[in-house]
């Protein structure tokens, strides 16, 4: 019988007791909405995050050529990224029917320098962001956060791909570059309301 290796042994044992990794995370096969010039959008969910429901929004590139995406702005030069050309559409019975804009917590003001958020999607690529149903609002409710439901709702994900925004004057030939313009819409995906 060979020997048996105790801190080996004993470093397996606690690495199989320490919580999964976010990527670990149980997620949905994507919803996927119909192509346009190649582009898709898939909207999955995410198991077992609380307090409150995560989605992932998939863009993927199927077709022939390369893809610039504006998905929304950078604040600081870069280390907040807010995705705000997502947006999702919600409908159920009691709740009715709307659309909701994403609106991070992490800042209630902007007050330096903006950046348009440049996603590039070669052929064959995929990008997914994940984002916490929290962090989207109902602005045509003027309410934010938005209490959410205590119903099941149908979601559908919503992106409008339009040109670089930004005005910054070392950042003028972003405007020159081909982003893709259009509208993305996703399969519809059941959200069962936040835990309690």
Not at 98 to 103: D, I, K, Q
Not at 128 to 140: E, G, I, N, Q, Y
Request: charged residues 20%.
């Amino acid at each position: 019988m060979g020997l048996v290796n105790l801190p080996a042994v004993a470093l397996l044992a606690g690495l199989a007791m320490l919580p999964m990794p976010a990527s670990a995370q149980g997620v949905s096969a994507p919803a996927w909405g119909a192509s346009v010039e190649g582009l898709r959008l898939g909207l999955s969910l995410v198991d077992d995050v609380k307090p409150a429901p995560v989605i992932e929004v998939t863009f993927e590139n199927g077709g022939q050529r390369d893809a610039l995406l504006n998905l929304g702005f950078m604040l600081g030069n870069g280390p907040m990224m807010v995705p705000q050309a997502i947006r999702l559409s919600v409908r159920g019975a009691s709740f009715g029917t709307c659309e909701l804009e994403y609106a991070d917590r992490r800042f209630s003001h902007v007050g330096g320098r903006i950046d348009d958020l440049v996603v590039g999607l070669p052929r064959a690529a995929r990008y997914v962001v994940r984002l916490p149903v929290r962090d989207f609002s109902c602005a045509a409710r003027k309410q934010y956060p938005m209490p959410w439901p205590v119903e099941t709702l149908e979601v559908v994900a919503r992106f409008r791909g339009g040109p670089a925004l930004s005005t910054n004057l070392d950042m003028q030939g972003m405007r020159l570059m081909p982003f893709w313009r259009g509208t993305l819409e996703s399969g519809a995906v059941s959200l069962p309301p936040a835990p309690r």
